[in-house]
């Protein structure tokens, strides 16, 4: 089976930088994608690794380990419109995703 | 056109009706996905389409029944709900799965659906 741990909530000032933390265990693993999802909202994607490393996307950069089985979301230069549900997602073959328990992020004034 | 969408928007339904929910997108793509997604939780896959041929069920219940009539539509049908069904669901596609690799799924805004 696959399980995928996260942090329930954080909390950030507008600018700041922040990191979102994701563990995975997982049988047949081909990489982790985050995918962001407002209140009401569809979820949207945002980053893909399939190698370890890093990769940038703008403000976002993903984190990879598969030594670690782990990866990390960064979001820089935090605006309000950053404020909503984040998910982590293992890709288990054929281009499923199974889904973490998501991270609520708040962005305060 | 990037944009998958899905009606009805919102389905209020009592547990004998049969009603049926829509998505369709038109970019092409050959793989087609139904989440169902409770509330402050992560989407939970249902039923993958590929090449408008079933390929996953996730162990769900009969009472959802999935049809892919096109490469451009994908339906979910519903009879016999029960109130625990009651969650969003949401519709992806994707281009054709490949060995390796991740191909972005893109997601429609959901089905908020409510069994009484």
């Known amino acids: 089976g696959q399980s995928l741990e996260q942090p329930s909530e954080v909390t950030a000032v507008e600018g700041a930088i922040v990191q979102i933390n994701c563990t995975y265990q997982t049988s047949g693993f081909y990489g982790l994608s985050w995918y962001q999802q407002h209140d009401g909202g569809a979820p949207t994607f945002l980053s893909y690794?399939?190698?370890?490393g890093l990769e940038e996307t703008g403000r976002f950069s993903s984190f990879l380990s598969r030594s670690d089985s782990y990866g990390y979301l960064l979001l820089q230069e935090l605006q309000m419109k950053d404020s909503a549900s984040y998910f982590c997602?293992?890709?288990?073959?054929?281009?499923?995703?199974?889904f973490g328990t998501g991270t609520r992020l708040t962005v305060i004034p | 056109d990037t944009e998958v969408t899905q009606t009805p928007k919102h389905l209020v339904m009592g547990m004998t009706n049969k009603k049926s929910l829509k998505c369709e997108q038109h970019?092409?793509?050959?793989?087609m996905y139904w989440y169902k997604q409770k509330a402050k939780k992560p989407p939970e896959l249902m039923f993958v389409y590929s090449y408008e041929k079933l390929s996953i069920n996730e162990s769900v219940p009969s009472r959802f029944s999935p049809e892919c009539p096109n490469s451009s539509l994908l339906n979910l049908h519903l009879h016999a709900l029960q109130p625990e069904d009651s969650a969003l669901y949401l519709c992806?596609?994707?281009?054709?799965?490949?060995?390796?690799?991740?191909?972005?799924?893109?997601f429609g805004p959901g089905t908020r659906l409510t069994v009484l």
């Open positions: 997602a293992v890709i288990t073959g054929a281009n499923n995703l199974f």
């Open positions: 970019m092409g793509h050959r793989a």
């Open positions: 992806a596609s994707s281009q054709a799965p490949t060995s390796g690799g991740y191909n972005e799924q893109f």
């Open positions: 690794n399939g190698l370890d």
